[in-house]
């Protein structure tokens, strides 16, 4: 009998798991389940009238479903990239469209990034806790990570680029999530955002902004982006070394994915390469229908979506000052989707996390997960952004309940 084949897989595999968010969303999908697992934006939302009529126009159209049914250019649809380049403006960052590149979703923007800037042994710089999403993307270039300290860190350029070529290699970059991150719901200041960029200038490394929460804050003042801070300190985007990802998702919906990448020029022009060995181009007819609605509705969505999601993050901030123990705590975010909790040390949520489920139905992300090394094991992500003001006030108190049990 012939020997059965065993593929010999490449080194970079070993680098890859599965994302233990996507997996825990199979086992919770219960209607039983309470979840506050998932950074999902409501459905509720989703403007699907005007997604629909979109759609309609444009494939009624001979000429314009033509093009939206074609292949089309890499760097994405002129009209929306034209589009971002005014909503960057705005956002302080003067560029043009050769500055900007469409990805499907600012996922694929972080995979390509990986891409173009890690090499075998490099250490990458991120939060602790950090975006899962974001060391599953770079998880196949096989970097190491440091910790990004931005309370009271005392941590210089030269102690990363010792540590890094310690480790054999360089650092490729920083990266941060600095409005309302994803876990944990914080906000960077202005001036922890000009400490990050002094660290990153000495370093003599990029640094990857990620900001797809950015348009939904709730309480406070806007702080200005680091992309913005960099451009106008060093005189113009095509001097800047911040790479922004930007994304609708979460402001229109997750579906259509569609996201982008501002950028100097050369590092477009890079990822453009890296973008068409990939899948070509983005759906030409989703970036169509995306364009029409930025051009039509953006204000009015963000402003729809940021009353929602207040109302949830009260109700939470509320359930949990009611309802938790003493013990715990928790941060207090001016927008985005999440609050990061933090128990007792010696605590183990993905411990609690099965007995949530099974005795009280209620779900969460264990923090372990947004940890490059597996630590945090006493803290966990909430999410009130899918929920109803119903299941969060319920799911908190039971939560709260077994906490205290």
């Not at 890859?16 to 086992?27: G, N, P, T, W, Y």
């Not at 050769?98 to 996922?107: A, E, P």
């Not at 990153?200 to 900001?211: A, L």
């Not at 406070?220 to 451009?231: M, Y």
């Amino acid at each position: 009998m012939q020997q059965q084949w065993q593929p010999e897989y490449a080194d970079r595999m070993q680098g890859m798991q599965a994302s233990e968010i996507r997996e825990l969303l199979k086992v919770i999908a219960r209607p039983d389940v309470i979840s506050f697992a998932g950074g999902i934006p409501d459905p509720d939302l989703f403007p699907r009238s005007e997604i629909a009529e979109a759609y309609a126009q444009i494939l009624k159209d001979k000429d314009a479903s033509a093009r939206a049914l074609q292949y089309s250019v890499s760097e994405g649809d002129p009209d929306l990239r034209d589009w971002i380049v005014g909503h960057m403006a705005m956002r302080g960052v003067p560029c043009i469209p050769d500055n900007i590149l469409i990805t499907s979703g600012s996922q694929q923007a972080l995979e390509f990034i990986g891409k173009l800037l890690i090499s075998k042994d490099d250490t990458a710089l991120v939060a602790a806790p950090t975006y899962l999403g974001a060391l599953r993307a770079f998880a196949p270039s096989q970097p190491n990570y440091d910790t990004l300290g931005f309370h009271q860190s005392n941590r210089s350029a030269a102690s990363y680029t010792e540590a890094a070529h310690a480790n054999g290699g360089r650092v490729p970059f920083a990266y941060v999530v600095p409005d309302f991150a994803n876990p944990t719901g914080e906000t960077l200041t202005l001036e922890q955002r000009h400490d990050l960029l002094t660290l990153v200038r000495d370093i003599d490394c990029p640094i990857i902004e990620d900001s797809p929460y950015a348009a939904l804050r709730f309480d406070g003042a806007p702080v200005r982006s680091l992309q913005a801070l960099d451009v106008e300190a060093c005189g113009g985007i095509d001097a800047s070394r911040v790479i922004y990802c930007g994304s609708f998702s979460k402001v229109f919906t997750p579906g259509l994915r569609v996201g982008w990448v501002c950028a100097k020029a050369d590092v477009i022009s890079r990822l453009t390469l890296i973008k068409q060995a990939s899948d070509l181009n983005s759906p030409a007819i989703n970036q169509m229908v995306m364009a029409e609605l930025a051009k039509t509705l953006y204000d009015q969505q963000v402003a729809k979506t940021i009353a929602a999601y207040r109302i949830k993050r009260d109700a939470m901030l509320a359930a949990l000052e009611a309802h938790m123990p003493d013990s715990i705590e928790w941060t207090r975010p001016e927008g985005g989707m999440f609050i990061w909790m933090t128990l007792p040390e010696g605590a183990d949520t993905a411990q609690l996390l099965e007995r949530a489920v099974n005795e009280i139905g209620v779900a969460f992300v264990p923090g372990h997960a947004f940890f490059a090394d597996k630590s945090g094991r006493n803290t966990l992500r909430l999410n009130y952004s899918l929920p109803s003001v119903a299941q969060i006030e319920t799911g908190i108190a039971k939560l709260a309940r077994l906490l205290g049990a």
